[in-house]
């Protein structure tokens, strides 16, 4: 992710002298615009970052995050899931400026979404500014109730998942059907991402773009008929697909 929104801030024309990232693998061949450091204690003295995006998995922040507590007049931008403001707080002071934000996947082909909330210490300008940077691959999105990020984690961060498993079974279910895998798997992916284009250009809802393509008495509608079955359909496998998202976002916070 943190790849992602490197190449869509390049796209966008952002300097890559303003840019300096922390990686001890180094970067890939597309970013080598970009000045890279192995870890904290190996960026320049004369480098004084605006914004510190924290683009690691949750579970190292507490080894990583200290390193970087000097830095008292960045905005700590932090895609790390389940980790709460108040945890960027224990470590870099409360007086530091953080903001909280979940993307998802389709960043890297700048089609994503983001949901952030800051505390009281982000400036309405570190604000537009983190705002501006994440909408190098995608939309953007604000709320005020952190509490409401586990579930915003459930539903976009891990969403694509989902939706990738739902092409996955729709081929499976095509092979076991009788066709051939490879055309098996060329529909249902086609189908998926050809449904997912017409979602994001169309301005009906999705109830509506589902009763569009149901006729009564049809074979959607009887293949319909399963997959919103109150005791065994796809509402409840979400239902409970969500709950448990949320609950992991919750055990990473502690």
Known sequence: MGQALVGGWLDQGFD????????PAGLPGFLSSVAVVPDAASI???FHPTVILLAVKPQVLSSVLPGFAHFTNATFLSIAAGKTLGFYGDI????A???RAMPNTPAAIRKGITVCVANSQVSDKARALCSSLLEAV?????????????AVTAVSGSGPAYVFLLAEVMAAAGIRAGLP??????LARATVAGAGELLGKSTDSATQLRNNV????GTTAAALEVLMDDKRGI????????????????????
């Open 16 to 23: 890559a002298r303003n840019i300096l990232v922390v990686e």
């Open 44 to 46: 320049p003295a004369s």
């Open 92 to 95: 870099l002071g409360k007086s």
């Open 97 to 99: 400026a953080v903001v």
């Open 138 to 150: 995608g939309l953007v999105e604000w709320i005020d109730d952190e509490a409401l990020m586990d």
């Open 181 to 186: 895998e490879a055309l098996a798997n060329k």
């Open 214 to 217: 149901t006729s009564p008495g």
């Open 235 to 254: 509402s409840d496998l979400m239902r409970g697909a969500v709950a448990a998202a949320i609950k992991r976002g919750q055990d990473l916070a502690k």
